[in-house]
């Protein structure tokens, strides 16, 4: 690589508008291309846009009557992974390069250690985790996606949480947590963490660009250059914007079947426990465990994750509580959680489909189902 990278800088801008230069600056880095040194672009959305993942149904992740109540803009990415809200609390990041051979979830844990390191400079210690998240402990600050196009190209995406409207997220994101009305905002919280939470300072995704932009300097032994848009990058923007990201094509595309939906309680001696499951079939697609409890056992957050692309079956559920559960978590026992789940699978059977379908999940409750993802298409 070179040892001068270009540097992009955008606030405010519109989620077709940013999508659209994302993908324009592959075009410079397909295969036969002259070799030139990566892209990194560092920018913030109007407040607010929703975008979903590459292969979710819009439907199903956002709710399309609050945006339009509320003004979001949505859109859908070209990578994959969760729905995410994003606006001035969050900066984005699109690196852009010719695609290395490595393996996309390789590549999502090298590309991200940049952000890794600019979040070190200010005492947060993240590091990459589950299928596409950074997490400080076992909580998640910044989303990930990477897009290999079909010509050699690479983009790469991530959302770094400088702060988060918990409650504005929940109206207008489908996750399951805002059926659980001022709980919702607990059970968020448990999952996520933001800049702002971990050093007691207000930041926005303008301000935390510096940082990044630090992180990947070091990171990859680089000096950034600021720069601009070449004029045939802006051109090939403005036509993607118009005739792919503004399209109902693109947008709302990716209407699949609903999945089965259930829940079971369980009282432990530190409150009341719920466990939600979305199953397809026999495979558990979802999992979440909420209750109001003062804190999440990190015991619990292993296991629910763990539940995640797991058959519903008693001998597996118990080989993963096994695994994972070493002592009485919120006072209760494996066999207890177990059954939970079990019930709320057969609860799940037993009704007639529900949406929304949970697809990917959403940037705060991510799936982590483990493949192997096509070289040419978006994780």
Not at 226 to 253: F, G, H, I, M, N
Request: hydrophobic letters at 40%; glycine letters at 10%.
């Amino acid at each position: 690589m070179s040892n001068t990278w270009r540097l992009l800088v955008d606030d405010g801008v519109g989620a077709a508008e940013g999508l659209a230069l994302d993908e324009a600056l592959m075009a410079h880095y397909a295969r036969g291309c002259p070799a030139r040194p990566p892209t990194l672009r560092l920018y913030t959305y109007r407040s607010h846009c929703a975008l979903v993942g590459r292969y979710q149904h819009l439907e199903a992740e956002v709710d399309l009557e609050a945006c339009r109540q509320t003004g979001t803009h949505v859109n859908r990415r070209p990578t994959g992974g969760g729905a995410i809200l994003m606006g001035e609390d969050q900066l984005g990041v699109a690196l852009v390069m010719r695609a290395p051979p490595e393996h996309p979830q390789e590549l999502l844990r090298r590309l991200s250690e940049g952000i890794v390191a600019g979040l070190r400079r200010l005492g947060i210690h993240a590091a990459f985790g589950g299928k596409n998240d950074l997490q400080v402990g076992t909580r998640k600050i910044a989303g990930l996606g990477i897009y290999l196009d079909g010509h050699g190209a690479l983009l790469f995406h991530a959302s770094v949480l400088a702060d988060l409207d918990i409650p504005f997220m929940l109206r207008i994101l489908r996750i399951p947590a805002a059926k659980l009305g001022d709980k919702g905002v607990e059970a968020v919280a448990h999952r996520v963490t933001t800049v702002t939470e971990q050093t007691s300072t207000h930041w926005t995704g303008a301000a935390l660009r510096v940082v990044v932009a630090q992180g990947y300097a070091e990171t990859f032994g680089v000096s950034l250059s600021p720069a601009e848009p070449e004029p045939s990058e802006r051109e090939r923007a403005a036509r993607l914007e118009r005739e792919k990201y503004r399209t109902a094509q693109w947008v709302d595309q990716l209407r699949p079947q609903p999945d089965l939906t259930g829940s079971a309680l369980v009282k432990t001696p530190a409150g009341l426990l719920r466990v939600y499951l979305s199953l397809v079939g026999s495979t558990i697609k979802s999992a979440m465990i909420v209750g109001d409890f003062n804190e999440f056992p990190e015991e619990l957050a292993r296991f629910e994750a763990a539940l995640k692309w797991s058959r519903l079956e008693r001998g597996e559920l118990r080989r993963i509580a096994s695994r994972i559960l070493s002592g009485r978590p919120l006072g209760t026992s494996a066999e207890q959680l177990v059954e939970a789940v079990l019930q709320a699978g057969e609860r799940a059977r037993a009704r007639q489909a529900s949406l929304p379908l949970r697809q990917e999940g959403s940037c705060y409750f991510p799936e982590v189902k483990e493949h192997a993802a096509d070289r040419t298409g978006a994780v």
